[in-house]
Each structure stands twice: as structure tokens, then as C-alpha cells.
């Protein structure tokens, strides 16, 4: 049974004298397994017609597919560029409303410093004037007072 080698058999490799015995079935069902994954006996490739070439329907199938694959690539870029156009419109858009609405601002500033320097300019006249008229009633009361003055040194006298 061994040969004082360490390798003790597990099956009989020998067989009955055909062949090679149970080695020969093995072999010939491998064959099989294989001929029959591989489409049979013909060769087809899996294609069906028993020619291991592409068939024209193949070959159209491979047109179709790419000629899809550049629309929904068209379609893609159109979506992009149509996207892209919109977000600039809409940048535009905002940064036209900014600048209109920092130009009223700064025209309502400089109305309202023209305001401030208006109202400067009236209340100097006014003050001016409330000057002018403090003077001209204390000269008055002055006059009064030195005519009342006059007025008594000469009934005194």
C-alpha cells in the first residue's frame, strides 16, 4: 500500500485494463463539460449561427450603442452649456440689480448731504438775522433811553 514515503493513496489510480479504467471517464467528461460550456460542439462563440465572426447584427448593435452614447453625450453638453447660460444670466442679473441699487444709494447720500448743507446755510441766515434784529432792539432801547434821559434833564430843568 505505501511505500514508507508518506504518501498514502486516497484513490485507486490504477484501473481495470481499458484504457486506463476511471481515469478515461474522468477525461471524457471534462470533455464534455467543456464542448458544452462553450456553446457545443461548433465553435460559435455563443452567437448561435455556428461562425465564431461577429454577425451583422452584432456589428449594427456596436453602431447603435456608440450612436447612443454620442446623443446622450450631446444631450449632456446641451444640459451643461444650458445650465452654465442660466447661471451667468442670473450672476448678471444680480450684479445689474447691486450696481442700480448702489448708484440710488449713493445719489439719496449725496441728496441728503445737500440737505444737511441747506439746512447749515438757513439756520446761519437765521442766526445772522437774529443778530441783526438784537442789535437793531438794543439800539433801539438805546434811543428810547437816552430820549427819556433828555426828556427828564429837561422837565428837571
Known amino acids: ?10 484513490m485507486p489510480v490504477g484501473g481495470n485494463g481499458s484504457w486506463g479504467g ?5 477525461i471524457f467528461g471534462l470533455l464534455i463539460l467543456t464542448g458544452l460550456m462553450n456553446g457545443g ?5 455563443g452567437n448561435g449561427n455556428g461562425n465564431a465572426n461577429a454577425i451583422q447584427a452584432d456589428i449594427n ?3 447603435d450603442n456608440q450612436n447612443l452614447q454620442a446623443q446622450t453625450r450631446d444631450i449632456l453638453t446641451a444640459v451643461n452649456s444650458g445650465t452654465a ?8 442679473s444680480f ?24 439746512q447749515a446755510n438757513t439756520l ?17 432801547n438805546y434811543d428810547a433811553a437816552m430820549r427819556d434821559a433828555a426828556t427828564n434833564a429837561n422837565f428837571t430843568a
Open 1 to 10: 500500500m505505501n511505500e514508507n514515503n508518506g504518501i498514502t493513496p486516497v
Open 124 to 140: 446761519a441766515k437765521i442766526n445772522e438775522c437774529c443778530g441783526v434784529t438784537q442789535q437793531a432792539i438794543m439800539q433801539n
Open 41 to 45: 460542439w461548433n465553435g460559435n462563440g
Open 85 to 92: 447660460q442660466s447661471v451667468a444670466a442670473t450672476n448678471q
Open 22 to 26: 476511471d481515469a478515461f471517464m474522468w
Open 95 to 118: 450684479h445689474d440689480s447691486l450696481a442700480a441699487m448702489q448708484s440710488l444709494y449713493n445719489e439719496t447720500a449725496r441728496d441728503i448731504a445737500a440737505l444737511a448743507v441747506g
Open 61 to 63: 448593435r456596436g453602431f
